[in-house]
């Protein structure tokens, strides 16, 4: 018989809308971070750092990029006899055929794939946080208070906290009431949306919960396990948590990896963060080349200067080029005579010699101002840039750009340039 | 491709000086993020090979933990795979591999329960990419009992460690020399072999009766007149690296873009074990000139025309030119190395100098680390 004490359940099929052009071709999870991995590498190396082998990873959005990525699990030791990573798309049923509408209502429909490894808890993850968290203790602390669902919460300072979902607790951490976005939050532990579920429970739950339109975890699964006098708990966790969703989050949490001892240290021996890389060769710099701050990936050729920046895997950094606060992915090619200041360039662009980014003032931007802000420039993936173009602050550009897409060579600050696929 | 692979990594030579100590050369560390005997493995993948061994002797736990999983270069499959061979006691036989010739007669049922008609032997310490299809077709098209891959050196090439061959107009061996004091010839054997697998065996087996142990004195050398020897010549990169001077220009050829190019970023990639080191991290102060970098490293200091390998940290105000700097090396602040070779998991203490002032020193610290 199969049996494993605890299954994950990876939340993966979400757009990231707040991401703009970063995540119009990709799902959030598979967004390049710090280099050389993706977000989802993150809770996917905390499954198997604490000793959870069984992987259900729900995708729907965007998702041929993180099937490429995760395959059969090998680079996170996740090809498994019994268990191992499975990726879980939405699938047609005789009856009610639907894509996944909510975090839970994604969980219900794979409902057998849970049942086949007879799991006694299921931790519900999502594939957009940077932290490393040992998911044993958390089941520890589960077990210990024999709570049906404990959720993770970490605390924030007072003044945040009604961005978030709060929960309420006593003296035992167990919840007594918990609220979302309150105007006058009366804890300050925020939810990290991480859950660990006796599956009983949680099976009972969203059996019960099936018919409500967009089942999700927060709004509907916690409250019905509340009101049914569940005993839920709170697992507080203090290490670094980092929420990614939006193009300022994800740019200031890559530029904290190239502190001197960051906060989030990639460094450490133990608690290996895994990624799969399919090119080997170390980095090359020219004679000519300086670097100062920063972090740079395998097979990147660096002829230019590069400074406090995120260097992806096979860049390359044309000469006389200067790269200064920017988030560089993988297999970028930038020409000579350059320049680029707090830009985020996705994968496979190509911005061809002289180009000049992030060049201006700081103008709100017309399409997205929600989006695209902090002065950064964002170039989407397989994006190309003529020679000679000069790109301002808060811009954004995705597609084959040619010369007839500027003005004078030129597009200003504030303003979107999108020519290739879907809009966001 | 219709062969089985051969791979003979288990020879150690005194040229290598102390880096030889800890490993079979088959698992030094080139350019970077590779070892050596992943040219003959990702040469044999690339080309199609399904089923590989590999012999080995000499100070193997290097080599067996890099070898820990076939799958990095596809090895890992039901049909054939890789086979990590080293000496065993049996019934008939107790002896390590006493020669190239012998290692195979040990494992002779290998080759008798494989159904290839070919075998391709190879070494595991040459650095080049070959399509081993392109010198079986040859192979066939000659009607050649053996294929010896070799390559012609320039003129005024050291040829006085490697076997020298002459050639008739078709490219007949006439003439195999083995480490010649005074060569008559400057193209040279490049340790690859093609053969029939039938005729091998056969071959191995009246070596074995008569206590030869040698591949290329005991078959090549004294068969080259009776069976039909041709030689397969390459003009593109190749490189042998047994000797301290060889390695290190090996690995200092990678420095160069069109080696970077062909190896790196052109048609068939060289496969090696993922490691999972973050990206190369630079702090304030770290100038880096004409230099390779691989992952994990942390650099405060300045590099000029070195390779340095995986997960090693240079401190503050250090200088490292000139130099190899292995995998896993701390550095303290202050130091300067120059013409080095600085071994594996070493540690240097802060304001160390090292120069090698005639030629390459290799440099071995087993200082203790207390901080990183």
Redesign the interface.
Same mark, same amino acid.
């Given at each position: 018989m199969i049996k494993k004490e605890m299954i994950a359940m990876l939340l993966a099929g979400g757009q990231g809308s707040r991401l703009g052009v970063l995540t119009s071709k990709v799902a959030k999870p598979a967004v390049s971070f710090?280099?050389?991995y993706r977000i989802i590498d993150f809770p996917l190396s905390n499954c198997i750092n604490s000793g959870v082998d069984t992987v259900g990873v729900l995708t729907q959005y965007q998702p041929l990029r993180l099937n490429t990525h995760i395959g059969i699990g090998?680079?996170w030791d996740l090809d498994r006899n019994i268990g191992g990573v499975t990726v879980l798309p939405p699938y047609e049923k005789s009856t009610n055929s639907e894509w996944y509408t909510g975090t839970a209502n994604a969980i219900y429909q794979n409902i057998d794939y849970m049942d086949s490894f007879n799991p006694e808890y299921i931790l519900i993850l999502s594939g957009d946080h940077i932290y490393k968290m040992d998911y044993e203790v958390m089941l520890d602390f589960h077990k210990q208070n024999k709570s049906e669902c404990t959720i993770a919460v970490m605390p924030v300072p007072m003044e945040e906290a009604k961005r978030f979902g709060i929960m309420i607790t006593d003296e035992n951490r167990k919840i007594t009431d918990f609220e979302e976005k309150p105007a006058n939050p009366r804890s300050n532990l925020a939810s990290m949306g991480i859950y660990i579920f006796n599956w009983k429970t949680l099976k009972e739950a969203l059996i019960t919960m099936a018919d409500q339109p967009g089942l999700d975890f927060g709004k509907h699964i916690i409250p019905y396990c509340h009101d049914k006098g569940c005993p839920l708990y709170a697992y507080e966790f203090n290490g670094y948590w980092k929420d990614v969703g939006t193009l300022h989050s994800y740019w200031e949490a890559n530029m904290e990896l190239?502190d001197?001892v960051p906060e989030f240290n990639? &460094?450490e021996e133990y608690w290996?963060?895994?990624?799969k *890389?399919d !090119?080997?060769?170390?980095? &090359?710099?020219?004679?000519?080349?300086?670097?100062?701050? *920063?972090? !740079?990936?395998?097979?990147s050729d660096?002829y230019g200067k590069?400074y406090n920046s995120v260097?992806g895997?096979g860049v390359t950094i044309g000469k006389n080029t200067v790269v200064r606060d920017s988030i560089i992915m993988n297999n970028t090619v930038i020409g000579d005579n350059c320049e680029l200041y707090k830009s985020i360039v996705a994968e496979n662009v190509e911005i061809k010699n002289g180009c000049r980014l992030g060049i201006g003032d700081e103008v709100e931007n017309e399409t997205d101002p929600h989006i695209y802000n902090s002065g950064l420039v964002c170039i989407g993936e397989k994006s190309i840039i003529p020679e000679n173009i000069t790109i301002g602050k808060n811009a954004c550009v995705f597609g084959e750009t040619e010369y007839a897409d500027y003005q004078n060579n030129t597009l200003a600050s504030g303003k979107t340039l999108i020519k290739a696929g879907d809009s966001v | 491709m219709r062969a089985i692979g051969i791979i003979l990594a288990g020879g150690n030579n005194h040229r290598m000086k102390e880096l030889s100590q800890k490993r079979a050369i088959g698992a030094m560390p080139i350019?970077?993020?590779?070892r050596a005997i992943d040219f003959a493995l990702s040469n044999m993948s690339n080309s199609h090979i399904q089923k590989v061994a590999v012999f080995t002797q000499y100070n193997a736990r290097s080599l067996n933990e890099h070898l820990s999983s076939s799958?990095w270069w596809d090895f890992g499959r039901k049909q054939g795979g890789l086979f990590v061979m080293t000496p065993a006691v049996t019934a008939d036989n107790s002896f390590w591999y006493r020669g190239t010739a012998d290692s195979i007669y040990q494992n002779l049922s290998f080759l008798k329960a494989s159904h290839e008609p070919y075998v391709v032997i190879a070494s595991a310490d040459c650095v080049y990419k070959l399509d081993f299809n392109k010198v079986l077709e040859y192979h066939i098209e000659k009607k050649a009992d053996i294929t010896v891959v070799c390559k012609e050196m320039e003129q005024g090439f050291n040829v006085d460690r490697y076997g020298t061959i002459r050639m008739n107009e078709d490219c007949r061996i006439e003439d195999f020399e083995e480490k010649a004091v005074v060569a008559r010839s400057n193209t040279i054997s490049c340790g690859i072999y093609i053969i029939r697998r039938r005729l091998l065996v056969e071959m191995i087996e009246k070596c074995a009766e008569e206590d030869r142990y040698d591949f290329v004195r005991d078959i090549l050398i004294r068969y080259k007149g009776q069976k039909r020897i041709y030689g397969y010549k390459i003009t593109e990169y190749w490189k042998n690296i047994a000797s301290v001077n060889d390695y290190f220009s090996a690995n200092m050829d990678f420095?160069k873009p069109e080696v970077?190019d062909y190896?790196?970023k052109t048609y068939p990639?060289?496969?090696?074990k993922?490691d999972?080191l973050?990206?190369?991290?630079?702090?304030?102060?770290?100038?880096?000139?004409?230099?390779?970098?691989?992952?994990?490293t942390?650099v405060n200091g300045t590099?000029e025309d070195s390779?340095?390998?995986r997960q090693t940290f240079i401190g503050n105000n250090c200088t490292i030119k000139n130099s190899i700097i292995l995998n896993d090396v701390y550095i303290g602040d202050n130091s300067y190395i120059e013409n080095c070779i600085v071994e594996s998991h070493g540690t240097i203490r802060a304001n160390s100098y090292h120069k090698g002032e005639n030629g390459i020193e290799v440099v071995v610290e087993h200082t203790d680390r207390y901080v990183m």
């Open positions: 710090g280099g050389k090998i680079p190239i001197i990639l &460094y290996k963060i895994y990624t *890389s !090119i080997l060769p170390p980095q &090359y710099f020219s004679r000519e080349s300086e670097v100062e701050k *920063s972090i !740079i990936g395998e097979g660096i590069v260097i895997c | 350019a970077g993020s590779y799958k420095l970077r190896f790196f990639d060289i496969y090696s993922v999972d973050p990206p190369a991290k630079y702090n304030v102060g770290a100038k880096i000139m004409n230099s390779l970098v691989a992952s994990g942390i590099v390779v340095i390998f």
